[in-house]
């Protein structure tokens, strides 16, 4: 299974607004409503920011969004912060048990 | 509190076998499906083994069939990763995850444990 794609980087002001794709195929993103989103900042463990494509658990600020199109995903972030300066991958599930995760995107707070 | 806590990683030698294991705390165990996530070094990350609430279906990554092995002991709270034949691609932290009930997700991930495969 191929790693979905993610752009390497995206960056914004404080206050801004930023997206972040996750583009699948057929037989993820688009078959499934299980896309998920993380953050990591380094050296630490994932945290899930979205799953079921935009749902938000709790303590996750509503500044987090996510929504999905065909094959792509997307996770906004409004009102950008310092804090929100991570890695940020997106997850699919893909049948079968099997999860396939992007290959990461560097939000940078500018 | 909710906590995954893994240990057992180290430096192994090409070939050679290590297991993980991992402690779940502050929540039912057997109620959550339960996967090991990997990250290579500056990489992305990887599923690599699933294994259901009871342990009767489990999966893996292709990468890793055939030498790693997930069980689960709901009597003792504890998810193990068994990996034999560790190739230096295998250098990784291991992540424990948490399936999210209702839906297929990770909600809960513990701080990990790396294995460096080298010689």
């Known amino acids: 299974q191929s790693a979905l794609t993610q752009p390497r980087s995206v960056s914004g002001s404080p206050g801004q607004s930023v997206t972040i794709s996750c583009t699948g195929t057929n037989s993820d993103v688009a078959f499934y409503n299980y896309v998920s989103w993380f953050q990591q900042h380094p050296g630490k463990a994932p945290k899930l920011m979205i799953y079921?494509?935009?749902k938000r658990p709790s303590g996750v600020p509503d500044r987090f969004s996510g929504s999905k199109s065909g094959n792509t995903a997307s996770l906004t972030i409004s009102g950008l912060q310092a804090e929100d300066e991570a890695d940020y991958y997106c997850c699919s599930y893909a049948g079968s048990y099997t999860y396939v995760f992007g290959s990461g995107t560097k939000v940078t707070v500018l | 509190q909710v906590q995954l806590v893994e240990s057992g990683g180290g430096l192994v030698k090409p070939g050679g076998s290590l297991r993980l294991s991992c402690a779940a705390s502050g929540f039912i165990f057997s109620d959550h499906y339960m996967s090991w996530v990997r990250q290579a070094p500056g990489k992305g990350l990887e599923c690599v083994a699933y294994?259901?609430?009871?342990?009767?279906?489990?999966d893996y990554a292709d990468s890793v069939k055939g030498r790693f092995t997930i069980s689960r002991d709901n009597a003792k709270n504890s998810l193990y990763l068994q990996m034999n034949r560790l190739r230096v691609e295998d250098t990784a932290v291991y992540y424990c995850a948490r399936g999210l009930w209702g839906s297929a997700a990770f909600d809960i991930w513990g701080l990990g444990t790396m294995v460096t495969v080298s010689s």
């Open positions: 079921d494509v935009s």
């Open positions: 294994i259901s609430t009871s342990g009767s279906t489990i």
